[in-house]
């Protein structure tokens, strides 16, 4: 049974590819890396929106610092 506190990953690779504006290989590849927390239901991963948030966070901070 889930904790009421979880998040329920819902947005696919293709939605969060397309969010990063990069794509879809690039999104499994950054989650084979471990960069963005994804869960596999089957063979698709899902994604929560605080996983891409949390992501889109960290990559801003890294192209400000480069």
Excluded: N, W
């Amino acid at each position: 049974m889930p904790k009421e506190h979880e998040e329920k990953p819902e947005f696919s690779t293709y939605e969060v590819a397309d969010e990063l504006g990069i794509s879809p290989p690039t999104v499994r590849a950054l989650v084979a890396r471990g960069a963005i927390p994804a869960v596999r239901y089957y063979k698709r991963l899902k994604f929560t929106r605080r996983a891409i948030d949390e992501f889109k966070e960290r990559s801003q901070v890294r192209a400000i610092a480069a």
